[in-house]
């Protein structure tokens, strides 16, 4: 539990915060308070990992927190008056906290158990230094390959259609090479690969993977530039108005683009925020809110599940690990991504095809197991994820390029709002892409038996 719990925190100011809330807020539930709490020590660990790792652990916590503890928070606490009837919280608070709460701790248990110092997250600078000395054009392949899959993606089935989308990531991973491997910053590929998804996130009305993407960018130069901590605040500060200002204005953009076939561009966003003047209204940020509250829907769960369908007991979890692991060649009749019949099954929501909505890990842990051994689920879910990132690590000592993909194989697991089989199918699959570039191209990648590999040390956050 070394990143977890033995390093230097500041528990001194995170008591004074503690009080100060209880203090501005004497109305609050112990269970609220205790989700705001947890929630806090999630974020101050993020924010101070970010200019030492690649912080895939904090990530999962900080979004988890944020989807299941703050969002539901916020609708407990009077948020959930603005919301439409079917969006609202379905049980009482205690019931809901003292499900969630447990189950978001043991999976963060579960992340940190066995992460002794940081296994998986720690790149070594010297070596990917080295390497993209020794290879300069490798970089600019891997940007090539990227947006060469990205254009294909559109002409396939879904199935062979998610290992372009793969591929296509592969041109943050030649950024971050770039990144990484040069002393002085080079601002044309970072405007090319950075602006190509501002524009194809334009261009569909879809911005999970502006976001996600930002946020590893960002993680990858902390890592390089050790920012100061006024820079690392200001940061942080313009990430968070641009997540606000991208979900106040996406709903009417996408109406403009969707629906009134307007260009999917800079104009047309502009155009939109400029036409509505109550985007920021305390009316409109609460109705919003939703969007950081995965847990409505495993109130829904816990409604559904077992009072009008029985737990699975682990028949659900088998198709979904069947989904994730076989192709469909072997298995045609494995879930789709986003199956409409299994969410309504177990949520009893009715949604439409342009709708989007997930059961998440914590609503399929519920469902199958209940509240105690939805628990237990999720820690073991939280382990698997660090035995990834460990195994990773130890393929790291020949290979140290491997841990720049980790972004790219936690790019959908780090999202709680996704199906478990999408995130499963997505950690498995892009294992598998990685396992088969580095084996088959050792020659490339495996460092000379010359180069030594940096001790590990144990990060202090």
Partial sequence: MN???????????????????????????????????????????????????????????????LQFFIGPMLAYNGLDQYQFIGYQMRIPEAEYFSYAIPAVCAFIIGLHISSRKSKGEILNEKAILDFVNQYPQLPFVFIAIGFFSSILSGLFSSELAFVFVLLGGFKFIGLFMIILGEKKLKILPVIVVVGSIISSSLSSGMFHDLLTWIIFTLAILAVKYK????????????????????????????????????????????NVYENNTNLFSLENLAANSVRINQGFILTNIMTTVPSQVPFSNGAELKQIAESAILPRILAPNKLNAGDRELFTKYSGIQIDSGTSMALSSLGDAYLNFGTFGGCIFMFFLGLLYSEVLKALNRKSAKFPLILLFTPLIFYYPIRPDCELQTILGHLVKSCFLVYVLFTFRKDIFRINSTVMRTPEKFVQV
Avoid: H
């Fill in 227 to 270: 920012p100061r901590l006024t820079v690392k605040l200001t940061g942080t500060v313009m990430f968070i108005l641009l997540a606000v200002l991208i979900q106040q204005t996406k709903g009417y953009y996408r109406e403009r683009i969707w629906e009134e076939g307007s260009a999917g561009n800079l104009s047309t966003l502009a």
């Fill in 3 to 65: 990143s977890l719990l033995k390093m230097k925190f500041n528990w001194l100011l995170f008591i004074g915060i503690a009080v100060l809330l209880k203090i501005l807020l004497p109305g609050i539930s112990w269970y609220s308070y205790l989700a705001i709490l947890i929630s806090l020590q999630q974020f101050i660990l993020l924010f101070n990992a970010v200019d030492f790792i690649v912080p895939i652990r904090y990530l999962f916590g900080a979004f988890m927190c």
